[in-house]
């Protein structure tokens, strides 16, 4: 690589910087920050909403599961008695 492209690199990229760090100071910039953040924190609850609700029908299912192998066990020892 040539130290021109290098530069050029770099003044593209510091420029690219700069820009983004006025953006961002901008009132258009700490809006898009703020509906980040509200989209971030609506997709944690959302996320942790159905986590919730996966453990409560893992609980189930499992219950649901001993209470089958209990009621086989009770089958098994009336049969033979």
Do not use: H, P, R, W
Request: charged share 25%.
């Amino acid at each position: 690589m040539s130290s021109t492209k290098f530069l050029a690199g770099v003044i593209v990229g510091a420029a690219a910087g700069v820009a983004l760090a006025m953006f961002m100071n901008s009132d258009k910039g700490q809006e898009l920050i703020s509906d980040i953040k509200s989209a971030a924190g609506k997709a944690g609850d959302n996320l942790k909403n159905k986590f919730n609700d996966l453990k409560d029908q893992v609980a189930d299912t499992v219950q649901k599961g001993k209470q089958y192998a209990q009621d086989i066990s009770d089958d098994a020892q009336n049969y033979t008695a």
